[in-house]
């Protein structure tokens, strides 16, 4: 199923020597790491040596493979739900987490309702819960600026599809002034 969506071998586009390892066995040494959570080089002996797996997951991550392995296995998940693979509808989340030591003081920000010091995650979900998008930004922002700046990215993603959630317009709320309140939101809460 994935197979498709990968990229072909750089010996089959003229740009490199042949692959020794099958990439079947590279993908089971990524999926195994994710599952288990250990270390690059905590990687069993079963599998590729550490740095081709790494080597690989680092190609793919930054040429976007693993988004549109991810997107097209969605849509396989959707259609098999009896639904369009585009989705019409969104629920968005944040929840904000406490930063690990490897995250700079630069991405840090501290959310005072929830008295973390830390990073806030949001993500877009379709309504089967399948992930659409994912975003994160210091503790520090308020929901409704990460919401528009997730709905954004959500547009962004979905607009070369003639159907599905590019084709509505993201809008701030009204009376929205980049976090300032409006004169007429101000009396209106001065006089309640």
Sequence with gaps: MIEPVLP??????????PETHPRRLVLDAVFYLVAEGNRWRALPKDFPPWQTVYGFFTRWRDDGTWARVHDVLRDQVRA???????????????QSVKGAETVGAARRGYDAGKKINGVKRHVAVDTLGLLLVVMVSAASVQDRDGAFRLLTLLRERFSDHPTGL?????????GHLGGQRSADQTRHRQAH
């Design 80 to 94: 098999l739900e009896g639904r369009d693979p585009l989705p019409t509808a969104a629920v968005i989340d944040s």
């Design 8 to 17: 072909p071998a750089a010996s089959v586009v003229g740009r490199g020597r």
């Design 166 to 174: 590019g084709r509505r317009r993201v809008r701030r709320p009204a």
